[in-house]
């Protein structure tokens, strides 16, 4: 079982920073991957930036140059520093973790999900 906590959310005006925090905790044999999706009101759920266990990154189209997402492996937590902030960035922000624990003699995935954290970019 993970546990993910997430902070730093805000309301900020555009051309603003903002950075997120999002620590994991609870038992796992390892955090392959986490990363952040974010919705928007109306809208589907995207993902936002997405960090490996070795430090690969993706991300959205959209923030490419603007954000930035890294990782602590020793204090299972990442960040997502978020600057140049647009209107359009709006959205609930959501930590995700992905983790391989044991169950019998088999390591297997399972997801988790944050409780969300409100960014609110005025224009």
């Known amino acids: 079982q993970v546990q993910l906590v997430e902070s730093g959310g805000g309301l900020v005006q555009a051309g603003g920073s903002l950075r997120l925090s999002c620590a994991a905790s609870?038992?796992?044999?390892?955090?392959?991957?986490m990363g952040w999706h974010r919705q928007a009101p109306g809208k589907q759920r995207e993902l936002v930036a997405r960090?490996?266990?070795?430090?690969?990154?993706n991300y959205a189209d959209s923030v490419k140059g603007r954000f930035t997402i890294s990782r602590d492996n020793a204090k299972n937590t990442i960040y997502l520093q978020m600057n140049n902030l647009e209107p359009e960035d709006t959205a609930v922000y959501y930590c995700n973790a992905d983790t391989f624990e044991m169950r019998g003699v088999n390591l297997l995935p399972f997801g988790y999900w944050g409780q969300g954290t409100q960014v609110t970019v005025s224009a």
């Open positions: 609870g038992r796992f044999v390892r955090i392959n991957a």
């Open positions: 960090i490996s266990s070795s430090g690969g990154t």
